[in-house]
């Protein structure tokens, strides 16, 4: 969820956006990372570990440990900490050709 | 494309540095990964003294005009991979359209990459909700968004005590601020005489925790032995926030997501003692301690020596962050972790030496002689201690290098 | 006769056992210590053995951890060599040398 009052830290001017995560619809703020965005909406698990199908979410926040990883049509695999939001990005937590997606 | 130097990192050391050859006429281009410029500055928040709040959102605005206006050409979302002799700086675009070159050649190349957190695994740990302090902090100070309802940090140290002080200003509830169980995967960590010790060195930063504990006993050595001989305290609260050093985290538990934290129960001499208790939490929020962040320089060939106080292994610098290799500088916590107004102060120094290197400085110039002190004197009015011992630490390897270089 | 200490966790009773050390490749605590008790003894055998330090982070994660694993274990009594993972250029030879070979 969103901070709904803070003492100092200012509110983010930033237009709504709409973009996909695993083909469902989500509200952004445009240019905040998409681990925040997806963080916000109560999207915890970014993706499914390769050994044990666990589900992984942000760890380290700034771009270091890589367990954000999500694929975003058009840029490949990326870090969601460290992506800004696009109005229409089309995010999956597995390869669009894994996910059947086109 | 070529220029004098090529900065890597846009926190208060990579920002300082260009700032200082720009303005002197050099050509500067800077390269951070992230989407806005100004480092961990942008998430941090802290108390000063005198009841005013820094902000180093503030300070990375100023920093930031300061560079741009010396004409530093800056690039976001660019990611530096390689680092030749010569020096040539290889450079992605991962995260969106690239936004500036792939591959420059500098004369001069500044390290400042900053720090990154020690791991803390403990059974649980990779369920999504449990996440470093940087990650709460990002979230909280960057986005504006809430980490979680209920939330546990692990760690005492300072930056567990300051996250755990602005998630109770985001809206969150601080169950408590715990020790992590004592394990070799941690160690010291969970250890009674580190926790004191790390409670020693916060004191700095929360006066009236001071108070209660005698502090300056604390942060010596000897005081340390006294204390140890002396049961462990049980809780204090700081800031209306619960430090519980005798319940350590065991695990987290949760189905698909962090629902729950157990913590044991230890006697006054770190012994187990009674059941655990298990609180329900949406959030855990772990520290394991910063090191510095240095791969590129570790890549290019740099040695690095151990100091604990620092953070770990650093590479091996001397005065105004010079590597053996000429032309190869490192500034801020990719140096030997310390906080913002020290890390700036090491990129103006850098900056300086590189200038001078470039003889845009006449060598008979005072200027670093200045940047120098000023790097000391910020150490000495350091308002966030991360460990105790780093000045000392700073002689350490400031002798080392006088005599190997 | 040589004896061998084992320092490897029992899973079935150790929740420890199963902790993630390197979270990139999923390698258990479990995992390493039966490295280590085979008798790895360097960073780079545990890596090659386990693919600890391997993944997309390179070890910034996991490397701390690992080297204080290593650190932590008493060197188990030889049974048998290991190699100590030195390769060659054993010193560092410019690119244009290795062409004109």
């Not at chain 2, 303005?23 to 000063?48: A, C, I, M, W, Y």
Request: charged share 20%.
């Amino acid at each position: 969820m969103r901070i709904q009052s803070h003492p100092f830290v200012p509110c983010p001017e930033r237009p709504a956006v709409e973009f996909r995560f695993d083909g469902t619809a989500y509200q952004a703020l445009q240019g905040e990372s998409l681990a925040a965005a997806l963080w916000a909406v109560g999207v915890t698990a970014l993706r499914r570990s390769d050994v044990d199908g666990a589900p992984r979410g942000i760890y380290c926040g700034i771009g270091h440990c890589f367990e954000c990883r999500v694929h975003v049509l058009g840029m490949g695999t990326v870090r969601a900490c460290l992506t800004p939001v696009t109005a229409g990005m089309q995010v999956f937590s597995a390869r669009p050709e894994a996910a059947g997606a086109e | 494309m070529n220029c004098d130097l090529a900065v890597v990192g846009g926190g208060p050391a990579g920002l300082a540095a260009a700032r200082e050859v720009a303005q002197r006429g050099g050509s500067v281009v800077l390269f951070d990964e992230n989407p806005t410029l100004g480092g961990k500055l942008l998430g941090q928040l802290h108390e000063e003294r005198s009841g005013a709040w820094w902000k180093g959102w503030e300070v990375a605005a100023r920093l930031v005009g300061e560079a741009q206006s010396a004409g530093v050409r800056a690039y976001t979302g660019a990611s530096v991979w390689g680092l030749e002799p010569g020096w040539t700086t290889h450079v992605a675009y991962p995260h969106g359209p690239a936004s500036g070159p792939g591959r420059v050649t500098a004369k001069a190349v500044v390290v400042a990459t900053g720090a990154m957190e020690k791991t803390l695994p403990l059974p649980g740990w990779t369920l999504p909700g449990v996440m470093t302090v940087g990650a709460a902090q990002v979230l909280m100070n960057v986005y504006r968004v809430l980490p979680g309802l209920r939330a546990v940090v692990v760690g005492i140290d300072p930056l567990a005590l300051s996250v755990a002080r602005q998630l109770k200003l985001a809206g969150a509830e601080v169950l408590a601020v715990v020790p992590p169980a004592r394990h070799r995967l941690s160690t010291p960590l969970g250890e009674p005489e580190h926790v004191l010790s790390m409670l020693g060195a916060m004191s700095k930063a929360a006066p009236n925790l001071a108070q209660r504990l005698a502090g300056s006993l604390l942060r010596s050595k000897a005081g340390r032995c006294i204390a140890t001989r002396t049961p462990m305290p049980e809780s204090f609260d700081v800031w209306g926030i619960p430090l519980r050093l005798r319940t350590p985290l065991e695990r987290v538990e949760g189905d698909g997501q962090v629902e729950a934290v157990v913590l044991g129960r230890r006697g006054a001499n770190g012994e187990k003692r009674g059941p655990e208790t298990t609180l329900a939490v949406d959030v855990v929020c772990l520290s394991g301690g910063l090191t510095p962040f240095a791969d590129l320089l570790a890549a290019a060939g740099v040695l690095f020596t151990n100091a604990p106080a620092l953070g770990g292994a650093v590479p091996r610098h001397g005065p105004a962050g010079k590597t053996q290799s000429t032309g190869l500088y490192v500034a801020g916590s990719a140096g030997g972790v310390e906080g913002a107004d020290v890390a700036a102060a090491q990129g103006r120094a850098a900056g300086i030496a590189v200038a001078m290197e470039l003889g845009l400085v006449p060598s008979s110039s005072n200027e670093l002689g200045d940047a120098l002190r000023a790097e000391a004197a910020a150490r000495a009015t350091a308002k966030l201690e991360f460990y105790p011992g780093a000045a000392a630490a700073r002689q350490l390897l400031a002798s080392g290098w006088a005599v190997s270089g | 006769m040589a004896i061998r200490r084992s320092i490897a966790t029992r899973p079935e009773t150790d929740p420890w056992a199963d902790v993630t050390v390197c979270r990139c490749e999923d390698v258990h605590l479990s995992d390493i210590e039966r490295c280590l008790e085979e008798g790895a003894v360097t960073l780079q055998e545990v890596r090659l053995a386990t693919r600890a330090g391997m993944g997309p982070c390179q070890g910034r994660l996991c490397r701390t951890a690992l080297a204080r694993l290593i650190a932590e274990t008493p060197y188990p009594e030889a049974t048998q060599a290991t190699s100590l993972s030195v390769h060659f250029p054993t010193h560092p030879v410019r690119l244009r040398d290795l062409a004109e070979e």
